[in-house]
């Protein structure tokens, strides 16, 4: 799924970081594609990916169902296509739902589109 952000790739990541927190996740690690192209010679349009999860909730449903660590932590990548703001996407959660039979109430916790959503509600 991808949404227009009407902020920049790093104050897009930057509201993204503070609501993953303040809704208990852990923000493991964001990645920088374009800064990493640039080190190694190449370029790139700003892109980076913020990884974010909660342990309390991935580790069980992935006790249950331990394929389910390839998709998790959660990743939204945010980047810049050259028109004002920037591109965030990330991963369907009913993709994952389907993708490895889980229940509404166990998909909930795993839905990065309530966080992108509350970033772009948090901007207007």
């Not at 580790?59 to 920037?86: C, H, K, Y």
Request: net charge negative; charged share 20%.
């Amino acid at each position: 799924m991808t949404k227009r952000s009407p902020h920049d790739v790093g104050e897009t990541i930057s509201a993204l970081r503070t609501a993953a927190e303040r809704m208990g996740a852990v923000v493991a690690t964001v990645v920088d594609h374009a800064a990493a192209a640039r080190k190694a010679g190449l370029d790139m349009p700003e892109t980076q990916v913020i990884i974010f999860g909660n342990p309390q909730v991935g580790t069980p449903l992935m006790q249950v169902n331990p394929e389910l660590a390839i998709d998790l932590p959660i990743r939204v990548m945010v980047r810049d296509d050259g028109q004002p703001g920037s591109l965030v996407t990330w991963q369907d959660s009913a993709y994952l739902a389907q993708r490895y039979g889980l229940g509404e109430d166990q998909i909930k916790p795993l839905n990065a589109q309530r966080l992108v959503q509350s970033v772009m509600e948090a901007g207007s």
